[in-house]
């Protein structure tokens, strides 16, 4: 039994020694996980609470991140903008995979018109760049989180069908597929139960990379107002406030940090996913 436990604690470290970014980053999402689920535990101060006499104070032992133009602690703000951002950015990676990758494997299954007329509607979406067509649609829809993130969503599921539909049409001429066939099985069927589940390994990679790229999107529409209205804790728009405020330079540094902080984890943990799943390695 020790002989056992002590392999097993050997074959972890060997793990964490070979794919460290994967764990490193894994680290500090679970960090931010533990700050979401226990904000108002963590937090030392109400989000939104005003203290007009102690407005744009330093950090300091009763303020660690220091009070904003309104008095409000940043730290309590940091930890409970987490509560947006993340959970934000996590849902339009979701939505856009299953909207995105149905209907590019689908198309890439199918082919035919069902395949082009997918294909041409994501050409025209790709066509715009990014930020200005998100940028576009939340300014149309209104300022709000739900409306930036369907432009999130807008934006992204594109990506995701093309990915999927290269990989689906080099996986439907394989010797699986065609003795799948061959036993009489439905070409839906085939579609779902052995071509998806033998493409999954690029797209898991692309999501966790989406994930700090969909964080930065959602704060950059914050910051610009087009996002989450206040006075809601949240990363961009905090940023957004203490913008001008050069002397007061905590206002947006730690909200700033936190975006870095998020995004590079979500860099660590696609790097080392793509470690991991390389069939090479």
């Not at 082009?116 to 050409?123: G, L, T, W």
């Not at 206002?251 to 799943?277: D, H, M, Y």
Request: aromatic share 8%; with cysteine.
């Amino acid at each position: 039994m020790v002989n056992l436990s002590a392999r097993s604690s050997a074959n972890l470290l060997k793990h964490i020694r070979r794919y460290p970014s994967l764990w490193l980053g894994s680290a500090v999402m679970l960090m931010f996980a533990i700050l979401i689920v226990f904000a108002p535990v963590i937090a030392t101060h109400l989000p939104n609470k005003q203290d007009l006499l102690n407005r744009l104070k330093p950090p300091s032992a009763q303020h660690y991140f220091g009070t904003d133009e309104l008095g409000r602690d940043i730290y309590s703000r940091v930890i409970y903008g987490a509560q947006v951002s993340l959970p934000a950015s996590l849902v339009v990676v979701l939505v856009s995979l299953a909207v995105g990758g149905m209907l590019g494997a689908i198309g890439g299954f199918f082919g035919g018109f069902i395949d082009e007329a997918i294909m041409r509607i994501a050409d025209v979406t790709l066509a715009f760049p990014a930020v200005v067509l998100a940028l576009a649609i939340s300014a149309m829809l209104g300022p709000s989180l739900n409306n930036a993130i369907i432009a999130s969503c807008v934006v992204l599921w594109p990506e995701y069908a093309r990915l999927i539909r290269s990989s689906v049409i080099i996986a439907r001429s394989h010797d699986y597929v065609v003795a799948a066939r061959s036993l009489g099985r439905r070409e839906f069927s085939i579609l779902v139960t052995h071509i998806i589940p033998n493409t999954w390994t690029p797209i898991i990679i692309k999501a966790a990379l989406d994930v700090g790229g969909i964080i930065l999107l959602v704060s950059a529409l914050s910051f610009i107002g087009l996002g989450i209205a206040p006075p809601t804790a949240e990363w961009g728009a905090m940023i957004a406030l203490g913008r001008t405020k050069f002397y007061q330079w905590w206002a947006a540094t730690f909200p700033g940090l936190a975006i870095l902080l998020a995004v590079l984890a979500c860099n660590l943990i696609s790097e080392g996913l793509r470690n991991w799943l390389d069939p090479h390695r």
